[in-house]
């Protein structure tokens, strides 16, 4: 799985982050990682004057094998949070789609 950050100027390291993500990912996801061609990920901090609030986003557009993409977004107060967060909406997302479907059998009488 290809990982890509995009981060705003106000991170300093990417590659920590990306290294957090990816242990973040495969601890949450597990086994619904090899389904994954690529993942890009967007974090934004906003500079709040008054330091409430929830200030760090973290998107995550993920693109699977066989299927549409999924994109999911978090907001909280910190960074780590914002990441746990959408890697567990992704989680939702991910399990949603991998889910067989299953046709119970018409009987005609």
Request: charged share 20%; glycine share 4%; hydrophobic share 45%.
């Amino acid at each position: 799985m290809n990982i890509v950050a995009n981060t705003s100027s106000a991170f300093a390291e990417p590659a920590d982050l990306i290294l957090y993500v990816e242990t973040t990912i495969s601890d949450t996801l597990g086994r619904l990682t090899r389904q994954f061609v690529s993942l890009d990920m967007y974090l934004h901090r906003a500079q709040i004057v008054n330091g409430k609030g929830r200030d760090n986003r973290c998107l995550i557009e993920v693109c699977m094998m066989h299927h549409h993409t999924i994109a999911v977004m978090e907001e909280a107060e910190t960074l780590g949070k914002a990441i746990k967060g959408a890697v567990e909406r992704l989680k939702i997302a991910a399990e949603r789609i991998m889910v067989p479907v299953t046709v119970e059998p018409i009987l005609l009488s």
